[in-house]
């Protein structure tokens, strides 16, 4: 089985500082997960209000189709088919009085609703 390859300058999604740091942490804090294995998935969805929906989730390794993204110690996991819809957009991690959550700043996105997971692509 070969390891999961990188992404590559023409299919580049990327994780801000302030989104690896706080990975970074989240992972840390976790009690028995291994870190070094252990990385952010971040997917793309049919459904929201717009038509496709962002998902995060913790997981434990990465598949062998994966795209895997450094992110400071950390790292992010992306599926292949997401990627054709994340390609040039960044992971970000907001903090502010609304509440503390990761964003995705999608360049493909056409309009997107006030909740901030949902978007659609024309």
């Known amino acids: 089985m070969p390891p999961p390859s990188?992404?590559?300058p023409e299919t580049a999604f990327?994780?801000?500082p302030q989104a690896a740091t706080r990975l970074q942490e989240i992972i840390a804090a976790q009690p028995g997960v291994d870190t070094a294995?252990?990385?952010l998935r971040v997917s793309v969805l049919a459904g929201g209000c717009?038509?496709?929906q962002y998902s995060f989730a913790l997981d434990g390794e990465a598949r062998p189709d994966d795209i895997v993204v450094p992110a400071g110690s950390a790292r992010v996991l992306v599926d292949p088919a997401s990627l054709d819809l994340l390609s040039g957009a960044e992971l970000h991690f907001n903090d502010s009085l609304m509440g503390a959550h990761f964003t995705v700043r999608n360049p493909n996105a056409t309009s997107?609703?006030?909740c901030?997971?949902?978007f659609s692509i024309d």
Do not use: A, D, E
Request: with cysteine.
């Open 6 to 8: 990188s992404s590559s």
């Open 14 to 16: 990327r994780v801000s």
């Open 37 to 39: 294995s252990t990385g």
């Open 50 to 52: 717009n038509g496709f």
């Open 112 to 114: 997107s609703c006030g």
């Open 116 to 118: 901030g997971t949902s």
